[in-house]
């Protein structure tokens, strides 16, 4: 227990410490004042609780009868449901001195102190000695959002190289391929705040609490908190604290500034803070608040800031990280993560969950870029990674949020109209870069290595619009509901394009010519088998979906269904890529070296097309996304043929494989590619992570992980599981939204445990469907007896 | 002020390299002395080398003549100080080192190393620096080449490059890479950081590097470092 630290509950563990404090009005005023502030209080002892009266709060105050041998543990546990881990739990076991260790509580408070995080390695990110130039890497990985706003973590002290920048989803500076997000004030700078040497930062993912500390001997260290609410979107707070000369104001004691930047679109992104400072002992303390007000179109308004800031004063910081704290508690609660026997994995995924987590804004649209909030990286552009890759996750962990990032596509569906109908077409076509409106932001040009190249994805990578349609309706089925108007349309639009698109032959084939499948080293090719089968997904779901479509129209997407061809062959179980894939020159990945590699970029974009090598996963993905468009049992013929020639030269391909390989049985194989996925931007291994997070490779990663490893999937409104874990794993444990219920799975030994917190219909593997009834009663799934 | 010393021994390549030991010390803001080995033998000259480098007051040393075996070579493995080396085909810089190329692998230390004496450099001296994408330092990833370049190029400009410069990035050997764009750039000196071990894909670019036509500052690093692989 340090003395010099500010916790988040405190214990008063000694017998007859109920009856001392409700004796006392000196303890008894301490408690309240520490409830007041947020801090939680645990009396054991005998007593009842009603002799304390009403608290003010947030901070709850419970007295626990320490007669019960779960007394202590049971404290620990209320504790932990609200965000406090027993790192950050005060224990006070004798009366000597109670008085004044509250006091020091009290007075860090009310001085303004940093507060502390529960540093459990299983919960926590930390960096530590980054060389100066390789901190921009870490401002991406300690990113914290708010609302629809993020904030990089970027330091406090301007040192050369760093990037603040605060960006909001959505609020674009144009819409011409090389506009990318507005990049808002930062406000985490404090200024006269000589650099800081020799510092550790932590990421507290259970609290999402970013706290920095300097480890130099000799010196009053430097410390610094910050987070982003939860409680109150569109905030964040922070606190600093250092030697008495090495920090200034920036705004003034209780003065407030607003800042805004705007974009040629005529949206923009403002920053408000309110300072104050105060010392204790030698050290400055500063504890700043912040609100932000993005607005696509539109200038960002000083008044909207200021409303948001004052609610934020009005909570104060220690009632705000209170919340923080419980907030983020209830979250994992509702999805998380348990692998117990493989930390470094286990901590990756909730890496990867915080991150998709934090972008989960629920109101309105959610558009997410390839880099999400964490740096200006790709143009901040929406691509099939949004739709394809972080949709299907975040449907697992937020379904409102999965539901605003279908409204994204949904309102751009007159922009994919025109855009069908400038390439010649009915229907809807969405593009394969999309920003503000939904117009094409394709760049025509590209690099490649050294190489300058033309950039064909924008006029061939069709499949997009396929996937945009595939993501719609695959988040209101693992919701359970039916799809909407709005979502029938799309889907009925989409058909309507392919139609228009592809014509059918007098043979009644149908062949789709020039496109760029997800392999992208082969960039016009004729029939790519999975843009083709996505094709046939696509006219099949509006048919089944759209009743209303009228029965010529959904004639003529079931007869186009029926005569694109796939590339399969029956005889050897593979799906041909593309027409006259299998004739290019075999060469696989080893070859070159172990992957990942950017094969392209290693031997030349000519080479690479003329080879048989791919960038991810092509054929495959479609055994990850339609498993019933595939042949069955086609799985593993395709895996074997295809994985030794996957570079993973893309960093969505290593999940994507990992999934498959999982749902294939094999499940240690595919533990390296998840752990590759999960190490992406943990270790940089792209060299890009700088410019923002890779979160279609964390969505991903979660995707294998729980539709892979657990195998869980939706069918026809039931839960169905099918687990493939790792002979290292014992067990796993996973929590996580589904049928518009929360959902916790269990497997380990063997068997497969179910909970629900609504009745809803499960099943494992083949066997019969049984009812998980509500209030997270856990149910045992058996297999099935065939 | 400190010296640049220039150590002959050939009579053949003495006017070269004293040549680049002026030019290597306008470079660095050096003075520029010549040390003439009056023995013959490789011995003396790496003994003469040996006690120059302990120097405080010398900053680099200059060395002539490259075949393998040669004194310089020796000398280049365990130096703690630059070292230019004077290839035997070598061009005289009688105009002073202007273009400077600054082959970068990734290698932090390397990098760090080559950094830390291009950061000594005259102002007005252009730095042309050049990465080759070969097996070692092929990145993991290239997502969208639409946009991957400009993210990869502009970190990789903010971790490696000292000063302002102008990257080339290609494929292939490095090697023959680097020593082809030393000719092709005209570049009147080459900078290589390395880790001071004649084996390995640095050491194959040192080669190569050293029978080539233009001088080479080599600058020691960290052993044992290899190209980073993103």
Known sequence: MRADRTYGAVVLAWAGAVGAVAGSDDLLAR?????????????????????????????????VDDTLPVARPELFRRFHDLGVGPDLVLVLEGPDSPLEMLDDQLRRSGRLRVPDIDRDPRWVVQRQGQAANRRRVDEALFTLCSGYVGTRGAVEEQVPGREAMVLAAGVYAGDRPEDGLVVGPSWTDVSSLSPVE??????????????????????????????????????????????????RSVAGEGGEVWRWCEGAAGGGVGVMIRDCTSTDD????????????????????????????????????????????????????????????????????????????????GHGELAVGARGLSGSGYAGHVFWDADVFVLPAMMTIAPAAAAAMVRYRLSRLPAARAHAEAHGCHGARFPWESALTGDDVTPRHGQLGGEEVPIFTGLREEHVTADVAWAVVRQARWAGRDLSAQERRLLAATADYWVSRIPVGADRRAHLRGVIGPDEYHEDVDDNAFTNVMVRWNLRA????????????????????????????????????????????????????????????????????????????????????????????????????????????????????????????????????????????????AATTAGGLHLGAMGGAWQAFLFGFVGVEVVDAVLCIDPHLPASWREVEVAFRCLSSDVRVRVGEGVVTVSSRCPIRARRGTAPVVEIPGGHRPRRLERSRG | MNDVVTIVEAPQSRQVAMDVGAAGARLLGCRSRTVTVGVRGSDAVVEVARATLADPHVDALVLAGTPEGAPSWRIITEATKPVFVVPTGSRSPSGGFRRVLLPLDGGPAATAAAAAVVRRMAPDTVILATHVFSEGTVPAFWDQAAHAGVAWGKEFVARNLPAAADLRLCRGDPAAEVVAQADECGADLLVLGWAQQLTGSRAKVVRRALAGRVPVLLVGAVAGEQPGRS
């Not at chain 1, 004063?313 to 919340?323: E, I, V, Y």
């Not at chain 1, 399969?568 to 004739?583: L, M, N, P, S």
């Open chain 1, 198 to 247: 020799q510092d550790v930062r932590w990421l507290d993912l259970r609290s999402g609490v970013l706290v920095r500390e300097q480890v130099a001997a000799g010196t009053r260290p430097f410390r610094s908190a910050r987070f982003a609410s939860l409680a109150l979107p569109g905030s964040a707070a922070m606190r600093v604290e250092a030697p008495a000369d090495q920090v």
């Open chain 1, 31 to 63: 408690v309240r004042s520490l409830s007041a502030r947020g801090v939680h209080v645990g009396i054991l002892g005998r007593g009842a609780a009603r002799q304390l009266g009403t608290m003010p709060g947030p901070g709850q105050v419970w007295c």
């Open chain 1, 542 to 685: 509006a048919a089944a979906e759209v009743p209303r479509a009228g029965q010529a129209r959904r004639r003529r997407w079931l007869d186009l269904a029926d005569a694109i061809v796939d590339g399969y062959d029956e005889e050897t179980g593979r799906y041909e890529q593309f027409q006259g894939y299998f004739a290019l020159e075999p060469l696989t990945v080893g070859d070159l070296g172990p992957p990942p590699l950017a094969a392209d970029v290693l031997i030349g974009r000519r080479r690479v097309a003329r080879s048989q090598l791919i960038k991810q996963a092509d054929v495959l993905m479609l055994h990850m996304m339609v498993p019933g468009e595939v042949a069955p049992g086609s799985l593993q013929a395709n895996l074997d043929h295809y994985l030794p020639r996957t570079a993973h030269g893309s960093s969505l391909s290593p999940a994507v494989n990992a999934l498959v390989l999982a749902r294939g049985g094999h499940p240690d194989q595919a533990r390296a590619l998840l752990r590759t996925a999960l190490r992406i931007d943990l270790d940089d291994l």
């Open chain 1, 282 to 361: 030698d050290l400055h303390t500063h504890e700043r608040l912040a609100a932000f007000v993005g607005e696509p179109s539109s200038v960002p308004r000083r008044a909207d800031a200021e409303e948001h800031l004052g609610a934020a004063a009005r909570q104060g910081f220690d009632r705000l990280l209170s919340a923080q704290r419980r907030e983020w508690a209830e979250r994992w609660a509702t999805a998380g993560v348990s692998v117990p026997d493989d930390p470094e994995l286990e901590l990756g995924l909730r890496f990867l969950l915080f991150h998709l987590w934090s972008l989960s804004d």
